[in-house]
């Protein structure tokens, strides 16, 4: 009687294969992220003037997304990955604050919170 199995086993991984394999790091998911933009959004932008104000609102339409619709916390060093510099950041503030988009509270010597209103 032969063992029917007796082909697979010449295809099966040694355990020092397995063991590489199962240790072996894996690369995270590239996962695409988008922002929806609400309407009124796009049309209150086109009144901005600075390049600024517009990732800065990207970043926040995101943030306000991944947080649920509570108040956000904006940190200099998040920015700096959109490429926006904390004087830019208080610039473009100002300026969607202007254009009815978001309410700041300003907090001495702490991040400002900001509240999406439109």
């Given at each position: 009687m032969s063992d029917p199995?007796?082909?697979l086993r010449q295809h099966a991984l040694s355990?020092?294969?397995l063991a590489q394999l199962t240790n072996a790091p894996r690369?995270?998911?590239d996962y695409q992220s988008f922002v929806k933009?609400?309407?009124i959004w796009v049309e209150r932008l086109r009144e901005a003037r600075y390049l600024a104000s517009y990732r800065l609102?990207?970043?926040l339409l995101h943030q306000?997304?991944?947080s649920r619709g509570r108040p956000l916390t904006l940190s200099n060093a998040a920015l700096e990955k959109e490429g926006v510099t904390r004087r830019a950041k208080w610039r473009a503030l100002r300026e969607l604050e202007a254009l009815r988009l978001?309410?700041?509270e300003?907090?001495?010597r702490q991040s400002p919170r900001v509240v999406l209103l439109a």
């Open positions: 199995y007796a082909d355990p020092e294969t690369k995270p998911p933009v609400p309407s609102a990207l970043h306000h997304w991944k978001i309410m700041v300003r907090r001495p």
